[in-house]
């Protein structure tokens, strides 16, 4: 699956695109996520909270659609396009 990254999330993990592979059955948007993290452990603290909720302020994204939090338990196939954003500001 091809992870999309922006702003600092980029910036952390070193990529704007990051490809995972999730070898489950029948895959989920966490199962993609966890493996995100697992190639790119430094994203956990700016993902999750401290008692491990997705950061209310991302938008999460599965094909240009929001999954927001209560999706993370929709599936995910392989050529899915996933993609994280936090709040963006300016003027």
Not at 4 to 21: H, R
Not at 42 to 64: D, M, P, V, Y
Request: charged share 25%.
């Amino acid at each position: 699956m091809d992870w999309k990254l922006f702003a600092d999330l980029a910036e952390i993990a070193g990529s704007s695109e990051i490809t995972v592979d999730v070898e489950t059955p029948e895959p989920t948007v966490d199962d993609a996520l966890a493996a995100l993290l697992q190639a790119h452990p430094e994203l956990e603290s700016r993902i999750f909270t401290a008692e491990g909720e997705l950061e209310s302020h991302l938008t999460l994204l599965k094909n240009g659609e929001n999954v927001g939090e209560t999706g993370l338990s929709t599936t995910a196939e392989a050529d899915d396009e996933l993609a994280l954003f936090p709040p963006v500001s300016g003027g």
